[in-house]
Each structure stands twice: as structure tokens, then as C-alpha cells.
């Protein structure tokens, strides 16, 4: 009863979150260990919750990686998702952008050689919503600190190519991709595999990656 | 009432304000010595009275009254000043205005007008309310720091000159818009909002750090200060406050000092002190011999003092709306990453061109605020009217993966000689493969080549280019797609759509 007379009292404030509501989100977290950052629909049949689940390590192995990565986050980063790109010079942020990516949510973050990767990532992780790394440089013990804290933070953490010391809980791969080259190249069809632990084996699905606007589009049956 | 001296330089107007829309570009030799000729005119401005406020918009503010009566009077004074300000120590010539009027906001007014005019401006005491009746209510967003949906809204109201304003009365203005309405009378009234003769500073806020190494470059001492204005800045927030003008002093080992008075009517975040930090330092810390007051040692000491602080109520960002609480938790980590040192994060900025690899570039996310959601999506959007699609720019899809370095690649003819472009953008003879890091791909399809010429007017720095992407067979399965580049007769791998 005195809460409700509270509630009405003080007008809600745009873009803050109520301790109520950390507490609601906190709470939701601990009981279902997550909470799932949305993807594109052509891709949510990879996964069994529909969706990236928070505080899990995915993996990207194989061809077409770069254009999977943007595919899988962009409507995350949409949605007010930030995400931060570790080690990863070779990226198109030209592609990004086509695919959907919010660039003004957008981090690319350089380690230097000799500085403490594990502690950067570490950092990142604590606050970044989506952080995707290629080549990982730190030891096991590191790694399993940066997954607590990836799970204690709700972020999930994507490792393209090789894992390294991570513990990858689902990989998506490219099984097979073909090009449409009509005066240039246009669109390409591919078949993403996703496989893992607790993902039935042998989940798949078609999509153009990307299609010919730059975008990830289903296939017409 | 203060009677005031401005003197506003476009030149740094534009560049200090690029600056504060997190639309710079931090790093740059341009942006240092950007900075370094416009504190030397500072201090230039400083042999006419010693203490001078730098305000956030490249705008140079100071009490008229001790060096009027010094030279003589405002006409003598606003002439002198013209004349000292005509020629940077450069010796370029600087475009500048000097307006001095009866209160500040009239003075920045003058000031504008002398600069259209092209000589000084005055406006005695008696003129000065006349003055501010007739200007017109955008003013007060552009010269008085009032926030642009109050100006916005007063513009719908119907109202178009100052006068019109101040006649609404004080009382209906703050009933309307509160602390900024308070403001908008002060000024339209011709009362300043900004005091040039500060009371005793809040001393309670405060800090300094002292380096038991004397640090000597811009980036470090920037980096070592950066947790005390963290501190301080939290500090204050905490008590309900904002810091709107803040003196920043440095020292060296020999005992020099740089003082600043730097002000921000919207009110300073730490990022903006860093940044004011960094433009002071760059400006000082000159290595090329030429300055006679350059320091002669490294830094041991940086003091911050907010001279003025303000009840943040309405202007404070968050209940304008826009901030985000996964975007503080983000800005946080970011810092946190930054901490470890030996890190570089950028945010992408949008440059355009038709070069994929230099479409975006990365501005440093140490010296933007990611919390500014409105800078951030400028910091994406085109600016100044480019077109987003560029003549002679890569066909959609781009490339999702592309070299730093391009490697070098063969492409070769079915008989194995290399391929080149002619004069009129053909290939020599049609590429039959291309050889990439020692493998040998079949190319099945070419699109190109795609002729890039830039700067073909300047002799010295044209480039002549020619694109092609080919569709090759992959090794595993399937078929995949390059972008090459050629120049001067060799092929490149430009990017790979990955």
C-alpha cells in the first residue's frame, strides 16, 4: 500500500533504472542464471533460448566469421547493447555499419604486446554487454576469471577463430558459402552450424550473408 | 553589473567547439599546434590584464574596468587590444573581434558585431540595456549558454527580440523554466549570470596531484591527473553541484607555472576537464625551442580549483533525458580497461570518402565522453553535408574484413604472366588466378577494374589506383570473394569479404 503511494509520487526518469528495477534484474539473473540478447530471427533458430544467452562464451570458427559477428550483434547493439571489438584490426566497420550495427554503441580496442590482456578484457567484460576478441592471449586461470566475471556481469563474451584457453559453450561455423557475382558480387548464400555441449547437434539454417543490400536475410525456401 | 571585455577568435571558436561535440581528432599534429597558437595568444592577452577567463567556445573574457582606466579608456583599450590581437606570434594574421559593453552577454554580443565590422565595438554603460532589447532571442542560446530547447521553445512563443523576453517579467520566467528562466531574465536584464570577480572559491573541492617523476609528455600527465579529476568531479556531483568554471594550474620542477581559468556554462564532466588539461599542456609544453616561456622541466604538479560551482538541477544531462544506465556501466569499464595502460580504445567516427579502410576512422574514447549520446550519434552521422555515398566507392556489400597492411598478391593470366591495367581501365589479359601467401586460387569471375584517381590535379601527391574483386574458388568449399588493388603496377589484397 505505502509503496504503491511511492510509486505514484515520484515520476518515473527517462533513461534511469529504479532500485526496484535492479533489484527485479539482478533477481531475474540469479534465478534463471541469464536473460537472452536478441538476435536476428533468421539466426534465432540456432540457438534453443532463441537468442545469445547472457554471460556465456560463444565461439565463431571458419570462413565468413567477421560477417557472422556483425549479423549476430547488430540487433543487440540496436537495442542500446553496447559492444566493444578486442584485437581486432581487420575489421570492416564499412560492413559493420551495412549489417546493422549501432556504430555510436561501437568500441574497438587495441592490447598493446606487452601490456595485461587478461586484466583489459576483464574490465571490458565487467561493463560492455557484447565483447568479442579474436586471438586470446592469456593463460587458463585467466580465462576462467574473465568467464565468472563475464557470468557475473550477464556479458557475452564471442571468441573468433581459435578459443584459446576459453571454454566455448556454442560455435557457430559456416558450413558452406556460395556468392552471387552479377557484375559484382552481390549477395552470398551460406549455412551457419551451430554445435555445443547442451545445443542438439546438427542445428543449422540458410541466410544470405549478407544479402544485396549488406544486410543478413533469410532464404527463400 | 561587470563591464566586461570579450575578444572572440573564429579561428579557435570552431575548433574548441568541434572539440566539445566530441567531433575532434585528438592526436594530431594539426589539433596540438591548433592549441599551442591560441594559448600563446592568450598569454599575449595576459600582458594587458593578468588574470583572463578562457571560456569553453575559444572566447577570451576579463573584467574592462583595471585596464581601462590603465590605457585610458574603453575606446583606447578596445583599439589597443584590437592591435595586440591582429598577429598571432605566428605572424599570420588572426581574425578576431573586441566588443566591450556593460555586461558580459552584451559584450559577447559586441563582440560578434565587431568581428562582422571588422573593428572594435564598445557600448557605454547607458547604451547597454538598448543594446540587449535588440537582440534577437537566439542570442541567448548562442552567447549566453542557455539551453537550446528553452531558446527553441521561446522562439514558438513568438518572441523574437530580447526586449519581448525581459518584458514577460522574472517571475513568469522562472515559473516557466526554473533555474534556466532565472538565467534568461539575468541576462536579458542585463545582469550578469557569470560573475568576472569570483568570491572565495569552494576550496572544499579542491585537488592536486603531485608526480614524484617529472612527467613530460601531454598524454601522460593527462593520464595521471585523470583519477584526481575522476575524484573531484564525483565529488562535487555529490553535493548537488556542477563546476561551470574551473582554474587549472600546472608547475614544473623549476617552479613555472600555466594558469587557466576555463568556463563551460553547461557545466564541466571530468572528460571535458581532461580535455582542458590536454589543450593547456599541448599549448604549453612546446619543445621546439622557439617559446622563451616554455618550461625548462618536467611537470610535478597539477592543481585544480572550481572557481564557480552551481546547483545542478537543470541542466544536469540526465533529466534532459538521453543517458543510459548501460551507458555510465560502459563509460566505466572503458575507463577501467584504460587504466591497465598499454590500451587503445576508439569509437568510430564517420569521415567518408571512397577508400573502405578510411571511411571510419577511430577517435580516442579517453577523451570523449561516451555518455554524450547526442555527440555520439554526430560522431556517426555525416558531417557537413557529405554525401553518404561516395562516386567511385565499393559497390554494396562491403568487404567485412580489411588488411591494416595490404599484402602483396600476383594475379595471373591463364599462361601465367601477371595481369595489369591499361591506360583506358582494362586488364592487359583476362586473370585466369591469384596467388595469396603462397596458395594459388582459381578465379572464376572479375569485376573491374575500378579506376580511383585521387588529388589528380596536385602532380606531387596524385595516386593512381585500379580495384577488381574476383570471385575465387576456396580451397575447402564453395567460392569466396577479394578485393585487390593495384598501384604502380603491383597488386594488393585490400580486404576480403569475410
Known amino acids: 500500500m505505502g509503496q504503491a503511494r511511492v510509486h505514484r509520487g515520484l515520476p518515473r526518469i527517462e533513461g534511469t533504472e529504479t532500485a526496484a528495477a535492479l533489484a527485479e534484474r539482478l533477481a531475474t539473473r540469479a534465478s534463471t542464471g541469464a536473460g537472452v540478447v536478441p538476435v536476428h530471427e533468421v539466426l534465432a533458430g540456432l540457438f534453443p533460448s532463441g537468442g545469445l544467452e547472457r554471460g556465456q562464451i560463444y565461439g565463431i570458427r571458419g570462413g565468413a566469421s567477421m560477417s557472422l559477428l556483425y549479423a549476430l550483434v547488430a540487433d543487440a547493439t540496436r537495442d542500446g547493447a553496447w559492444f566493444a571489438m578486442v584485437d581486432m584490426p581487420r575489421a570492416g566497420l564499412v560492413a559493420a555499419e551495412q549489417y546493422g550495427v549501432a556504430m555510436h554503441r561501437l568500441l574497438c580496442a587495441g592490447v598493446g604486446e606487452d601490456s595485461a590482456w587478461g586484466s583489459v578484457v576483464g574490465a571490458l567484460v565487467d561493463g560492455i554487454d557484447l565483447v568479442a576478441t579474436a586471438s586470446p592471449r592469456c593463460t587458463p586461470a585467466e580465462s576462467r576469471r574473465i568467464a565468472a566475471r563475464a557470468r557475473a556481469s550477464g556479458t557475452v563474451l564471442i571468441v573468433v577463430g581459435a578459443p584459446g584457453g576459453f571454454e566455448i559453450d556454442a560455435t557457430l561455423s559456416v558450413v558452406a558459402q556460395r556468392w552471387q557475382f552479377d557484375a559484382h558480387a552481390v549477395s552470398r548464400e551460406v549455412t551457419v552450424q551451430c554445435s555445443g555441449r547442451r545445443i542438439h547437434p546438427g542445428r543449422s539454417t540458410a541466410a544470405h550473408l549478407p544479402d544485396p543490400h549488406g544486410r543478413l536475410g533469410p532464404v527463400p525456401p | ?498
Request: with cysteine; aromatic share 6%.
Open chain 2, 1 to 498: 553589473m561587470t563591464r566586461s571585455v570579450v575578444i572572440v577568435f573564429p579561428e579557435w571558436v570552431d575548433h574548441v567547439a568541434d572539440r566539445a561535440a566530441g567531433r575532434e581528432r585528438i592526436d594530431t599534429v594539426g589539433d596540438t599546434a591548433t592549441m599551442r597558437r591560441f594559448e600563446a595568444m592568450v598569454r599575449t592577452i595576459t600582458g594587458v590584464s593578468p588574470l583572463v577567463e578562457v571560456e569553453g567556445s575559444g572566447t577570451v573574457v576579463f573584467a574592462a574596468r583595471g585596464p581601462s582606466r590603465y590605457f585610458g579608456g574603453d575606446e583606447v583599450l578596445a583599439r589597443h587590444l584590437d592591435e595586440v590581437c591582429a598577429v598571432a606570434p605566428d605572424g599570420l594574421v588572426v581574425p578576431r573581434g573586441v566588443g566591450i559593453a556593460g555586461s558580459r552577454f552584451a559584450a559577447t554580443a559586441a563582440a560578434r558585431l565587431a568581428l562582422s565590422r571588422a573593428r572594435p565595438c564598445v557600448v557605454s554603460d547607458e547604451l547597454t540595456a538598448e543594446f540587449i532589447d535588440a537582440l534577437p532571442v537566439a542570442a541567448l542560446g548562442d552567447l549566453g549558454g542557455i539551453d537550446g530547447e528553452v531558446v527553441d521553445l521561446l522562439g514558438r512563443l513568438g518572441l523574437s527580440r530580447c526586449a519581448t523576453v525581459r518584458d514577460l517579467g522574472e517571475r513568469a520566467l522562472i515559473d516557466r523554466f526554473g533555474e534556466q528562466g532565472r538565467r534568461v531574465h539575468g541576462l536579458v536584464s542585463g545582469r550578469d549570470v557569470v560573475h568576472l570577480a569570483p568570491g572565495p572559491p569552494p576550496h572544499d573541492f579542491a585537488a592536486s596531484v603531485s608526480f614524484d617523476v617529472p612527467l613530460v609528455s601531454v598524454h601522460g600527465t593527462v593520464g595521471a591527473a585523470r583519477s584526481t579529476v575522476e575524484t573531484m568531479m564525483a565529488r562535487i556531483a555529490g553535493f548537488g553541484q556542477q563546476c561551470v568554471r574551473l582554474m587549472v594550474t600546472v608547475g614544473t620542477d623549476h617552479d613555472e607555472h600555466s594558469e587557466r581559468l576555463w568556463g563551460d556554462p553547461r557545466g564541466f564532466s571530468a572528460v571535458d576537464v581532461c580535455a582542458r588539461l590536454h589543450a593547456q599542456l599541448s599549448g604549453w609544453l612546446v619543445d621546439d625551442g622557439a617559446d622563451p616561456d616554455a618550461p625548462t622541466a618536467g611537470i610535478v604538479r597539477v592543481g585544480f580549483v572550481p572557481v564557480e560551482c552551481r546547483e545542478a538541477l537543470v541542466v544536469q544531462p540526465l533529466l534532459w533525458g538521453g543517458r543510459q544506465e548501460n551507458v555510465e556501466r560502459a563509460a566505466r569499464s572503458v575507463a577501467m580497461a584504460l587504466a591497465v595502460g598499454g590500451v587503445r580504445v576508439g569509437v568510430p567516427k564517420w569521415e567518408g570518402g571512397r577508400d573502405v579502410a578510411t571511411v571510419w576512422s577511430l577517435a580516442d574514447a579517453s577523451l570523449v565522453d561516451l555518455s554524450d549520446v547526442g555527440a555520439a550519434e554526430r560522431r556517426v552521422t555525416e558531417g557537413d553535408g557529405a554525401p553518404r555515398a561516395w562516386t567511385g566507392a565499393i559497390p554494396v556489400p562491403a568487404p567485412a574484413a580489411i588488411a591494416p597492411v595490404p599484402p602483396q598478391v600476383r594475379l595471373v593470366d591463364a599462361d601465367g604472366a601477371d595481369v595489369s591495367v591499361t591506360g583506358r581501365h582494362d586488364f592487359t589479359t583476362p586473370p585466369a588466378s591469384v596467388e595469396v601467401g603462397g596458395s594459388c586460387l582459381d578465379v572464376l569471375c572479375v569485376a573491374g577494374p575500378w579506376p580511383v584517381e585521387e588529388r589528380w590535379w596536385d602532380p606531387r601527391r596524385r595516386r593512381r589506383q585500379a580495384r577488381a574483386q574476383v570471385l575465387v574458388r576456396n580451397p575447402v568449399a564453395g567460392t569466396g570473394v577479394l578485393l585487390l588493388v593495384a598501384e604502380n603496377g603491383a597488386w594488393s589484397l585490400l580486404a576480403r569479404y569475410d
